[in-house]
């Protein structure tokens, strides 16, 4: 009976994460099988490889096993991290109930181990700790005691470390509990084609509907798609990823770049399929006919700036350039998150960013203690310096449980909005953005910023102090 749970467990996640199944039979021997848990486990491997999905797939599939997940550079003190880790596990959450405020602090490492010993013990926990590196700027002594849980507290609780880098690069000092070590490998070509070959029901329907929204059904519209039904085959999309992976492996193995770029030029290579001037079987005037393209997204591979040059952000043109501007996906969630650390106070962060927050109940003392001139608004006072360290909290914070590494690419995206002047230092001597000592100011105006929110589906308004 064991076995065929663990099967039916297993069978069910793979059809979600292909070319995963022999990672997740090793988390199942570790998570599933109702012994006691590993004090630790370090799940490692190259961004987007699936180890943090895989992982919480798995632990909600389970039984009796209640997880909490949280990336460490979200928590970047160990009062975030403590009280996160702990209120969540307990089931607390902030809320307008609670004043945003848990009714007890947690700020030291005693404090914290006492509120785990407080835990259901007829439970098992496991803490989840997304780009776990960033532990060892922490407290020196944080990463040891998170080795040693069970031991200290007396629970059947286990640590998952995911990070990109091998365990030895931390330094750990002997002495310790031999740590579980599980390395998940890069995707091969036959993975990744398998990967996108799955999208295809979702391609299909995708396009599906803006051809019917398009075209308004009318009777010439008719026969475009009955085409669509005719020459949109799985086969024919499993032809078109062979080609697409032909130009674009050997300069990218990022799963999440890959699956969108490939939908983007699909698109393209099938518009002439789909209004009858290029035959769906024909597939050398297909590539000739996309090969620029394809050429053109690998040349702005995880940039796709737009060709057009951009100004310095000034006054009237801000809503203009924000038309004509082409970020990447996260790099307009960086920049949303860049306006809100200018124009928010710190101390704000944890009322308008942490998990479960909830919303605030307008009092109407607050609404008139709130009510404020159009001058004295933050909107209207000019950005605030903010630390890199902030702006990335932030940013993990809004992707609202999208899974992205804190990878150079993103940094660098980063250091591309500072070149578009979208970001700008906050002085001449400030250091620098891969070491996260820089301190930025963001330049755009609201107006631009809500242009951007609405190309990614983000109310901007809804995190600002200045309307809450």
Known sequence: MAATERNNVIEEIT????????????????????????????????????????????????SGIKHVTL????????????????????????????????????????DFLDELRQLDRSLAYVIVLENAERLRDMDYNLLPMLLQLPEATGQNISVALLSSLPFEKYY????FPPIVKLFVPEYSRNDMQQILVNDFEKVKHQIKLDTQERLQLSEANDEQLLRLERTLTKEFYES??????????????????????????FTRYYAPVLDGSIEAHDAMKLWRNIVKVMKSALSTLYMRLGTNSLDPVDGVDQ???A?????????????????LASHNPAKEDKRLFVKNHGKQRKRMQTVNARAKVSEKMATQLGPKPFTVDRLLAIFYSILEGQQVGLTCN????????????????????????????????????????????????????????DFL
């Not at 970047?76 to 607390?92: D, H, M, P, R, S």
């Open 71 to 110: 990336n460490t550079i979200a928590a970047y003190t160990n009062k975030l991290f403590f009280e996160t880790i702990a209120f969540e596990l307990q089931g607390i959450s902030l809320s307008s109930h609670n004043g945003y405020s848990y009714e007890r602090k947690i700020e030291y490492m005693k």
């Open 319 to 321: 809503l203009r350039q």
């Open 240 to 265: 078109y990823v062979s080609i697409f992976l032909s130009t674009f492996w050997k300069v990218c193995r990022d799963i999440s770049e890959l699956r969108l770029v490939a939908v983007q030029c």
């Open 410 to 465: 993103l940094l660098a995206q980063i250091a591309t909005l500072v070149h578009l002047k979208l970001l700008a230092y906050a002085s001449v001597s400030d250091g620098s953005i891969l070491e996260g000592s820089a301190r930025l100011q963001c330049t755009v105006g609201l107006d631009f910023i809500l242009h951007i929110g609405r190309m990614v589906g983000f109310n901007v308004r809804q995190y600002l102090c």
């Open 15 to 62: 059809r979600q994460y292909p070319c995963r199944k022999s990672i997740l039979r090793k988390l199942y021997q570790y998570y599933g099988t109702g012994d006691p848990l590993p004090a630790a486990l370090y799940l490692y491997g190259h961004a987007a490889t699936g180890k943090s999905s895989l992982l919480e797939a798995l632990l909600s599939q389970l």
């Open 323 to 339: 038309q004509r501007l082409e970020l990447p996906y996260y790099a307009k969630y960086l920049l949303i998150a860049a306006y």
């Open 172 to 175: 750990v000092k002997t002495g």
